[in-house]
């Protein structure tokens, strides 16, 4: 196993990584693929329209258990983590053994680095450290109909499950920084009036802590087509950890 003290000074890879699941179920080699189907007890059917690499990444999605932290060990954690940490992608010039990791295509050396898929990266349960109101951790707060909602913002034709495959092709655009600065410089005063009292209250809140005289609702949905605001599940109004960081204030105070 990969010893935890080599990953220290490693730096993530440009905004342009992690690549997709499916990207990377394509580009094992036979022996890789048939153990991963094996593992993850699939067949994949010949009739459908699909591949067999799109037809196992969705299986792969589906199998939440094999994913759950509960069924890793410590060691296989930590490592996890550290590469997560990392934007889920590292330099490694030597190719560690990652057993049931790669095996369960968790992490996978690729190009001579570490790299967690971009779908697996997003539906990992928070690591220590982890910002609360990071990107990743808003989308897996949010209900299905508003994953729709962002994959239909952000011009996904007919989303269809699950959607965590879509997810992941439109991820590395939302956090783009000179996307979020775009949507930013694009606010009109209301809109930037409740994204400054959010920000406020601490980035999250309740619609109900909101002061403000104008339409709510319609500023709130401009900002969510806007993808700097998101109303998860449980009903908190949510601003994302990378946009509060290039937003800033403008003297609003709660």
């Known amino acids: 196993m990969l010893h935890l003290f080599s990953l220290a000074s490693r730096k993530p890879r440009s905004v342009n990584a992690p690549p997709t699941l499916v990207t990377l179920l394509s580009q094992l ?15 994949p059917d010949p009739k459908k329209r699909i591949g067999k690499e799109d037809q196992l990444a969705r299986h792969i999605v589906d199998s939440t258990g094999l994913r759950a932290r509960a069924t890793l060990t410590e060691e296989e954690l930590a490592i996890l983590d550290a ?3 990392r934007g889920g992608v590292v330099a490694e010039a030597a190719a560690p053994n990652l057993g049931n990791l790669e095996a369960r295509v968790l992490l996978v050396t690729h190009e001579g680095e570490l790299v967690i898929p971009r779908a697996i990266l997003l539906d990992l349960e928070p690591w220590p450290g982890e910002a609360t109101r990071s990107f ?7 209900s299905k109909a508003k994953v729709r909602q962002l994959l239909l913002r952000s011009k996904v034709a007919t989303p269809s499950p ?46 109900s802590e909101i002061a403000f005289e104008g ?17 998860t599940e449980d009903g908190a109004v949510v601003v994302p950890h990378e946009v509060e960081e290039l937003a800033g204030l403008s003297g609003i105070e709660a």
């Open 29 to 43: 080699d036979r022996a890789r693929l048939a153990k991963t189907t094996k593992l993850y007890r699939f067949t």
């Open 83 to 85: 590469v997560a940490r």
């Open 136 to 142: 990743r951790q808003v989308l897996r707060s949010l």
């Open 162 to 207: 699950p959607l965590l495959l879509h997810l992941e092709t439109i991820y590395l655009e939302l956090i783009d920084p000179e996307r979020i600065k775009a949507a930013l410089a694009q606010l009109s005063p209301d809109e930037r009036g409740v994204l400054d009292f959010v920000l406020a209250l601490g980035g999250e809140a309740r619609v």
């Open 215 to 231: 339409n709510l609702a319609a500023t709130m949905t401009q900002l969510e087509h806007r993808r700097l605001l998101f109303l």
